[in-house]
T-cell receptor, first 114, second 110 residues
């Protein structure tokens, strides 16, 4: 058990719809990062939240947005879904914004856009 | 453009073989290089490298970073079927952004 839980595990949405993915960070962790992993590719950094504030963002359009709550859980919202948004979405939590040790990934949400 | 390139893309070896996986990076504001093993979904942490020339070891796995030539290698000796996975490297830059490579898919056959 990794300590980071994501929900749902699988999701099918129609192009143009909106989706919300959830991540509960490991106990004691205050930083959550989100990644998109397309089939056969490495994870791509979407953004990071540290103490409820966005603390870095990758090359993703504004229709990808997020939130972090006082208990440090997080949501990833994607509006106006496109077929290319189909991917595994991973979140990772850590204590502090320093990466590496204690940077724990969840098992991901598999999103399929049809 | 920041990028991380891993090679080979895939590898098939027999149990007991030794493998070397390569990771080269071109990123601005480099901070560290991380290696992960991804078997099904969640990548699991292997190594974090920040200094050149210092080998990190964990059992049959070892890794080293060359900050002058901008690459890292991951070695696995005496491979076992349980080593079959995708191995990812990631360059971390200021701002804590991770740039992952595409990964090397390793298959170890009995």
């Amino acid at each position: 058990e990794t300590g980071v839980t994501q929900s749902p595990t699988h999701l099918i949405k129609t192009r143009g719809q909106q989706v919300t993915l959830r991540c509960s960070s490991q106990s004691g962790h205050n930083t959550v990062s989100w990644y998109q992993q397309a089939l056969g590719q490495g994870p791509q950094f979407i953004f990071q939240y540290y103490r409820e504030e966005e603390n870095g963002r990758g090359n993703f359009p504004p229709r990808f947005s997020g939130l972090q709550f006082p208990n440090y859980s997080s949501e990833l919202n994607v509006n106006a879904l496109e077929l290319d948004d189909s991917a595994l979405y991973l979140c990772a939590s850590s204590y502090g914004a320093t990466p590496g040790y204690g940077y724990t990934f969840g098992s991901g949400t598999r999103l399929t856009v049809v | 453009e920041d990028k991380v390139v891993q090679s080979p893309l895939s590898l098939v070896v027999h149990e007991g073989d030794t493998v070397t996986l390569n990771c080269s990076y071109e990123v601005t504001n480099f901070r560290s290089l991380l290696w992960y093993k991804q078997e099904k979904k969640a990548p699991t942490f292997l190594f974090m490298l920040t200094s050149s020339g210092i080998e990190k070891k964990s059992g049959r796995l070892s890794s080293i970073l060359d900050k002058k030539e901008l690459f890292s290698i991951l070695n696995i000796t005496a491979t076992q079927t349980g080593d079959s996975a995708v191995y990812l490297c990631a360059a971390v830059i200021t701002g804590n952004q991770f740039y992952f490579g595409t990964g090397t898919s390793l298959t170890v056959i009995p």
